[in-house]
């Protein structure tokens, strides 16, 4: 059966999670019941990562395997018919190896967070980022966010349920910048590591807030690593502010409309 890499957008406000479950609603749903639109048939997907209940993604990345050899650009074209009104997105197809995995191939993920400090209600972002009513520091958050580059047990930003074998990551890329934003202040905060813990990264947004307002010192961070222990960590910022915005792999994936890739694999970590 041909297997396609598929890069996927969409808002996760109205889904519970990606991963499919019965009676819900969620973003891998949508996109096999838009497949089994075009063949009755097609086997479930498999996505480079999960994300929860009303986080996003701009660069969610996902195979399928199908009985025809579809053009990748009708394939993306059918399946964004079929997946009307949902908010999801197919922006690429490609033609990928047989043993081309988008989880297992994966080198790399990458996040985003937006937080937004100001005192009036947000409108035009509203359900897209993490509103917080006072100002907030950036130098503060970026000496706190020091602390967190590199290779470390993150069990104290570690969600209770988390699946992984072990706590011990190396956070590769952590760089906070600010904006202005409509009578308040905009941040964005720019992750990568081969792979995540669960609520790894919101546990960190939610870390740093508290250093930007004041409340916790930039050390404070230090020694809340260093604990290894859960209630250790600041508040978990909420899921409207997270979004996926890329996954890296040993061959850029999406460059050509039609590319066939080899099977490079790299396990994850």
Known sequence: MPRFALKIEYNGAPFSGWQRQIGL???????????RRLEPGAPGIAAAGRTDAGVHATGQVAHCDLARDWPPFR?????N????????AITAVVRVADNWHARFSALGRRYTF?????????????????????????SAMQAGAVHLIG???????????????????????????????LGGQAFTFELAARSFLHNQVRSIVGTLERVGAGAWAPGDVATALAACDRTACGPVSPPQGLYLTGVDYPRAVFDGPTAILDGDTAPES
Not at 75 to 79: G, I, R, T
Not at 81 to 88: F, I, M, Q, S
Not at 166 to 173: A, E, F, G, I, Q
Request: proline content about 6%; aromatic content about 6%.
């Open 151 to 181: 290779h470390h047990d993150f069990t104290t930003f570690r969600a209770t349920m988390c699946q992984s074998a072990s706590p011990l990551k190396t956070l590769d890329r952590l760089e906070i910048s600010e904006t202005t934003y």
């Open 114 to 138: 937006r937080l937004i400090a100001r005192r009036a209600p947000i409108v035009h972002d509203l359900g897209l980022a993490w509103q917080v009513r006072a100002p907030l520091s950036l």
């Open 75 to 79: 394939l993306a074209e059918a399946l």
């Open 81 to 88: 018919y079929h997946l009307k009104p949902a908010p999801v």
């Open 25 to 35: 609603s969620t973003v891998q749903g949508s996109i096999e019941s838009a497949l």
